[in-house]
């Protein structure tokens, strides 16, 4: 994440460096991949946030487990997005992309041209031929791309030309509405808006928006925090201000919003919320924690049963430090969802009141568009779920 900096006065000076220290720490978390700290995402118009038909066409879920399918360790894989059991999109540094068209027996990998030396932390698809990617840093690093032949070409949408921005993730509601979330600046959120597929950008209004905490922002740890539903639904999640943790909600396509601070603390730059999932309109989780601190245990789940007006502690995840992202498994017989980290994953079966370890291998980003089709991706590559 990188929060606000000041323009002209020295207290601008000061919440630089410390958002610097932010991505510093990120960095160092993410070891061999020498990625930099951001923001958040969400899904597209086979939305992230699934049905909420619990238990349809299951029965039982065994054990978990995952299975490598891309053992790329340059990659550095943190964008991740399932269309079907078939088709899936991942993204990470060095401007790569890859996808799956059969369910992962084979993957293409390409770096988008003239973003070999970018990070892309979020990507929203829409079919094995249609998708978005965006990258994050400040000023001219953060862009947005997208294709509409599987890869092969791809045109840049957006480019940002703001100094004081850091986009860190997007989300579609569909193919010609979307929103891409800025760290805050001088108290104020930067979000942009698209109603005609990405041909144009627009800010808007900050007043339509509560105002920002000083170095309130978004941590680019797994492209998911920000969500958005069919309706115009739509949440993005806060972190970094050292004062408090917030959702902020809409129900009218981004032209208002409100808040509600979660029980999620953040008592510095490096901590907050890292991640958002719906299961539907009314039922979601965020999860955070403090990614300078790895073997801190803290309230790392909080949980909403009425589209994030409210938000109460959950289960403690175990993993220690942030957690990086989390999903919901659709048509599990129980409210189930894994979530992920450094540390390894978790599962929970009772809608994020309890949670068991599935393994410690390093994963970033996690998607579930049904329990048979569920991917992670990380450090260590690509990998997708199995039940045993």
Same mark, same amino acid.
């Given at each position: 994440?990188?929060?606000?900096?000041?323009?002209?006065?020295?207290?601008?000076?000061?919440?630089?460096?410390?958002?610097?220290?932010?991505?510093?720490?990120?960095?160092?978390?993410?070891?061999?991949?020498?990625?930099?700290?951001?923001?958040?995402?969400?899904?597209?118009?086979?939305?992230?946030?699934?049905?909420s038909e619990v238990g349809a066409g299951q029965t039982s879920l065994?054990?978990?487990?995952?299975?490598?399918?891309?053992?790329?360790?340059?990659?550095?894989?943190?964008?991740?997005?399932?269309?079907?059991?078939?088709?899936?999109?991942?993204?990470?540094?060095?401007?790569?992309?890859?996808?799956?068209?059969?369910?992962?027996?084979?993957?293409?990998?390409?770096?988008?041209?003239?973003?070999?030396?970018?990070?892309?932390?979020?990507?929203?698809?829409?079919?094995?031929?249609? &998708?978005?990617? @965006? =990258?994050?840093?400040?000023? #001219?690093?953060?862009?947005?791309?997208? +294709?509409? %032949? /599987? !890869?092969? $070409? *791809?045109?840049?949408?957006?480019?940002?030309?703001?100094?004081?921005?850091?986009?860190?993730?997007?989300?579609?509601?569909?193919?010609?509405? &979307?929103?891409? @979330? =800025?760290?805050?600046?001088? #108290?104020?959120?930067?979000?942009?808006? +698209?109603? %005609? /597929? !990405?041909? $144009? *950008?627009?800010?808007?209004?900050?007043?339509?928006?509560?105002?920002?905490?000083?170095?309130?922002?978004?941590?680019?740890?797994?492209?998911?925090?920000?969500?958005?539903?069919?309706?115009?639904? #739509?949440?993005?999640?806060?972190?970094?201000?050292?004062?408090?943790?917030?959702?902020?909600?809409?129900?009218?396509?981004?032209?208002?919003?409100?808040?509600?601070?979660?029980?999620?603390?953040?008592?510095?730059?490096?901590?907050?919320?890292?991640?958002?999932?719906?299961?539907?309109?009314?039922?979601g989780v965020v999860v955070g924690g403090d990614l300078s601190a790895?073997?801190?245990?803290?309230?790392?789940?909080?949980?909403?049963?009425?589209?994030?007006?409210?938000?109460?502690?959950?289960?403690?995840?175990?993993?220690?430090?942030?957690?990086?992202?989390?999903?919901?498994?659709?048509?599990?017989?129980?409210?189930?969802?894994?979530?992920?980290?450094?540390?390894?994953?978790?599962?929970?079966?009772?809608?994020?009141?309890?949670?068991?370890?599935?393994?410690?291998?390093?994963?970033?980003?996690?998607?579930?568009?049904?329990?048979?089709?569920?991917?992670?991706?990380?450090?260590?590559?690509?990998?997708?779920?199995?039940?045993?």
């Amino acid at each position: 994440m990188r929060s606000s900096r000041s323009r002209r006065d020295r207290s601008s000076a000061r919440r630089t460096r410390a958002m610097r220290g932010a991505h510093a720490a990120l960095a160092v978390a993410l070891g061999a991949l020498g990625a930099i700290a951001a923001g958040c995402g969400a899904p597209a118009n086979a939305d992230r946030s699934s049905p909420s038909e619990v238990g349809a066409g299951q029965t039982s879920l065994g054990q978990p487990m995952w299975e490598t399918q891309l053992a790329d360790t340059s990659g550095g894989f943190i964008g991740l997005f399932v269309v079907d059991s078939s088709t899936v999109w991942a993204a990470g540094r060095g401007g790569r992309v890859a996808h799956t068209r059969d369910g992962g027996a084979t993957w293409s990998v390409d770096a988008v041209p003239g973003a070999e030396a970018l990070q892309f932390r979020d990507v929203h698809a829409f079919s094995a031929t249609e &998708a978005w990617v @965006l =990258s994050i840093g400040a000023g #001219g690093d953060s862009g947005i791309w997208s +294709t509409r %032949d /599987g !890869g092969s $070409t *791809w045109t840049s949408s957006f480019r940002n030309e703001d100094p004081d921005a850091f986009y860190d993730c997007f989300s579609f509601w569909d193919r010609d509405r &979307a929103l891409a @979330l =800025s760290d805050s600046h001088d #108290g104020e959120f930067k979000l942009l808006s +698209t109603m %005609d /597929g !990405g041909k $144009t *950008w627009h800010r808007l209004d900050p007043a339509t928006l509560p105002a920002a905490r000083p170095r309130e922002g978004a941590f680019a740890s797994s492209g998911t925090c920000v969500v958005t539903r069919p309706g115009g639904l #739509g949440w993005f999640v806060t972190g970094s201000s050292g004062v408090d943790t917030r959702v902020m909600r809409t129900s009218d396509y981004g032209a208002h919003w409100a808040e509600a601070v979660t029980p999620i603390a953040s008592p510095n730059g490096t901590s907050g919320i890292f991640s958002l999932a719906f299961l539907d309109d009314t039922l979601g989780v965020v999860v955070g924690g403090d990614l300078s601190a790895a073997d801190a245990q803290t309230d790392d789940v909080a949980l909403t049963t009425d589209g994030g007006a409210t938000w109460r502690v959950g289960g403690p995840t175990g993993l220690g430090g942030a957690v990086y992202g989390v999903s919901w498994v659709p048509g599990a017989p129980t409210p189930t969802m894994m979530a992920v980290s450094p540390a390894g994953s978790v599962l929970s079966r009772d809608g994020g009141e309890s949670w068991a370890r599935v393994d410690s291998v390093n994963a970033w980003a996690v998607d579930f568009r049904s329990a048979d089709a569920g991917w992670s991706v990380g450090p260590a590559g690509i990998r997708r779920t199995q039940w045993r």
